[in-house]
């Protein structure tokens, strides 16, 4: 089975670009989660979706991020512009509707701001 | 209150030793307590979990201790071998889609 796809794996940017994260959830799966991981701050949730409608977006942490699920089976999350402090891993994660569900993760995206 | 406090941030143990992480939280509404085990350039994966009506778990060289008074839970790995070398979350969540991740304990086993 396909688990959760993102890409790119790395982008590496200048400041002020945008920059635009895919994933593509399990087939199936019906919440979707984006985090992201820095050494700092460890891994905190930005923003998740239940059926493709946005659920909780208080870890989102300002207006240059916004994330979007058109569908079921993909969902996008842009900073637009970027800035250094922005540089981190970046994970999408699904899982199935309901209580104590397991999340499954990608590999993550490593984005780089110069 | 929504906090998962871990410790220690890392952790070196000898191949065969016991290797023990331990987290607490505050938030009573807490039902639900996974651990996550992430490898290098991997995404985290859910490795055993436990609900507050037991006190311990155990799946393989695998354990959570669960003290729902003191509001405490840890992981323990038996018999830690070099493949355990990893970086381990503990999580909380009330029942509904979120889960609340503790800031992570980076284990090296040394061989």
Redesign the interface.
Known sequence: DAGVIQSPRHEVTEMGQEVTLRCKPISGHNSLFWYRQTMMRGLELLIYFNNNVPIDDSGMPEDRFSAKMPNASFSTLKIQPSEPRDSAVYFCASSLEGSNQPQHFGDGTRLSIL | QQQVKQSPQSLIVQKGGISIINCAYENTAF??F?WYQQFP??????LI?I?PDVSEKKEGRFTISFNKSAKQFSLHIMDSQPGDSATY?CAA?T??????????TRLHILP
């Open positions: 039902d639900y996974p350039g991997k995404g985290p994966a859910l979990a609900r979350f969540s029942g509904d889609d979120k889960i609340i991740f503790g800031k992570g």
